[in-house]
């Protein structure tokens, strides 16, 4: 690997964890390619192929990874939307439901005691919606 | 019977990098350093805990390029295991660790689930966690 090779995935990497961060906050992404030092164009080129999907929609995947835990632990649905950054309820359930398979509600009304049991950490990981399930979308991606 | 932990490895891009982060930062030990041509032994460990030490190893060390390659890869990504560490000053601990220069990924916070904890990267990319002890 050589040192730009190296360079690039350490400003992905950057980016990604400013994601996992501020993921509350209005990131755009202008905002992240600025943070890796990189064009918008060929930062989301790069971290897509680093990461398996686009930084935006990374960034939307982490939200709702975070709507889950606070619906687990029994925030209201518009309180979990707010608090993790999203601004329209409609887009937040739609990308929910589309993600976890059943709405806001639904999850929050689940069964949770396995991941209860979990470290907080392993249930984050584990938890984290898979979008490689998702083939319709990845397509309407490319 | 007794058995406890002796070894851990972990992966770093850069050994030198890492020595000054784990030894300067973190405040372990430097136990082993060690050089044999191409291959180097480091090993370091908390002064509180003589029986277990960390291993520092490049990538491509004993690997295949292909495998050391795809080892890198996740490292610099940033999709290496964590590594966690207890002190009994977190404070002081993080303060420590961030006059070295190392990546904040979190100041020290009490998590919603109990511990207070804060988190940085090492300068190849590892997450290493640092709990308070109670």
Aim: glycine residues 6%; hydrophobic residues 40%.
């Amino acid at each position: 690997m050589d040192p730009q090779d190296i360079a690039n995935f350490t400003h992905l990497r950057r980016a990604r964890d400013l994601i996992d961060r501020e993921y509350a906050q209005p990131l755009d992404v202008p905002t992240m390619a600025k943070h890796a030092l990189m064009s918008p164009a060929h930062f989301s080129r790069l971290f897509r192929a680093a990461y398996g999907e686009t930084p935006y929609s990374y960034l939307m995947t982490r939200r709702i990874e975070r709507a889950m835990t606070l619906l687990r632990s029994g925030a209201t649905v518009t309180d979990a939307c707010i608090a993790v950054g999203s601004t329209s309820l409609g887009s937040f359930s739609s990308r929910f439901t589309e993600l976890v398979g059943m709405t806001p509600s639904e999850y929050r009304a689940a069964e949770h005691t396995a991941i209860l049991a979990m470290p907080t950490c392993v249930a984050q990981a584990r938890t984290r919606p898979e979008r490689m399930m998702l083939p319709r979308r990845e397509a309407e991606q490319d | 019977m007794t058995i406890t932990l002796q070894y851990t490895n972990v992966t770093v891009n850069n050994v030198d990098e890492a020595i000054a982060f784990y030894r300067d930062g973190l405040g372990l030990d430097v136990r082993n350093d060690v050089a044999n041509g191409e291959f180097r032994w480091v090993t370091l460990g908390s002064p509180d805990q003589t029986g277990t030490e960390i291993v520092i190893s490049e990538p491509h060390a004993g690997r295949s390029q292909a495998d050391g390659d795809a080892l890198q890869e996740l490292l610099l990504k940033g999709q290496l295991p964590m590594l966690v560490f207890r002190t009994d000053d977190l404070d002081a601990t993080f303060e420590q660790v961030r006059a070295t220069g190392a990546e904040v990924l979190q100041e020290p916070v009490v998590q919603p689930w109990g511990p207070r904890d804060c988190a940085f990267r090492d300068p190849s990319g590892n997450m290493v966690r640092i709990n308070q002890s109670s």
